[in-house]
T-cell receptor, first 114, second 113 residues
Framework: SAVISQKPSRDICQRGTSLTIQCQVDSQVTMMFWYRQQPGQSLTLIATANQGSEATYESGFVIDKFPISRPNLTFSTLTVSNMSPEDSSIYLC???????????FGSGTQLSVL | GDSVTQMEGPVTLSEEAFLTINCTYTATGYPSLFWYVQYPGEGLQLLLKATKADDKGSNKGFEATYRKETTSFHLEKGSVQVSDSAVYFCALSAVYNFNKFYFGSGTKLNVKP
């Protein structure tokens, strides 16, 4: 299994500001993933964060809006930049184990943008 | 592209009732299929999975069978408990990239005593 600590658990932010979300895993993992869950919708993959290389972003997500850091094999951050109310969502960090066929999730960050 | 569709909630049942949450998928090839559960205040966790056609995943009294003919992976439980109250997500991992998961929108289950 994997224990994933994510913080903050929730935040209320002003339009135009940025928020950095931290994700700490209790053991080394190759790939870490960032998801977004908008109200009433499914989880959507934002990007895959690999240690030592740039993150790989999914269609519709760009580095300028969602910069990601991955300084080592147990830690990653996701920044939501220049926020607008449309960014209000739950942001989830996850890692894969067992050959990639099992995802473990952090408890999420609930972001509200006013 | 790959996608997952699951029944909308919330679903409200009395304790010991039978549960079915429908899930259908669209995918290239034969993906692996999953059910994740999110209990109140907790992160998502894997409930069960099936990796090939006709496989049955099971855990904690829940079952789901991988049906390629109907591209479905419905979640069932014969007798729900109050402690099963949670949000349930159906998901698949892409054949071309097993690290890429597609999730349904989630179904909230409320079980009343």
């Amino acid at each position: 299994s994997a224990v994933i600590s994510q913080k903050p658990s929730r935040d209320i932010c002003q339009r135009g500001t940025s928020l950095t979300i931290q994700c700490q895993v209790d053991s080394q993992v190759t790939m870490m993933f960032w998801y977004r869950q908008q109200p009433g919708q499914s989880l959507t993959l934002i990007a895959t964060a690999n240690q030592g290389s740039e993150a790989t972003y999914e269609s519709g997500f760009v580095i300028d809006k969602f910069p990601i850091s991955r300084p080592n094999l147990t830690f990653s951050t996701l920044t939501v930049s220049n926020m607008s109310p449309e960014d209000s969502s739950i942001y989830l960090c996850s890692v894969s184990r067992q050959g990639g066929e099992k995802l473990f999730f952090g408890s999420g960050t609930q972001l509200s943008v006013l | 592209g790959d996608s997952v569709t699951q029944m909308e909630g919330p679903v409200t049942l009395s304790e010991e009732a039978f549960l079915t949450i429908n899930c259908t998928y669209t995918a290239t090839g034969y993906p692996s299929l999953f059910w994740y559960v999110q209990y109140p205040g907790e992160g998502l966790q894997l409930l069960l999975k099936a990796t090939k056609a006709d496989d049955k995943g099971s855990n904690k009294g829940f079952e789901a069978t991988y049906r390629k003919e109907t591209t479905s992976f419905h979640l069932e439980k014969g007798s729900v408990q109050v402690s099963d109250s949670a949000v349930y997500f159906c998901a698949l991992s892409a054949v071309y990239n097993f690290n890429k998961f597609y999730f349904g929108s989630g179904t909230k289950l409320n079980v009343k005593p």
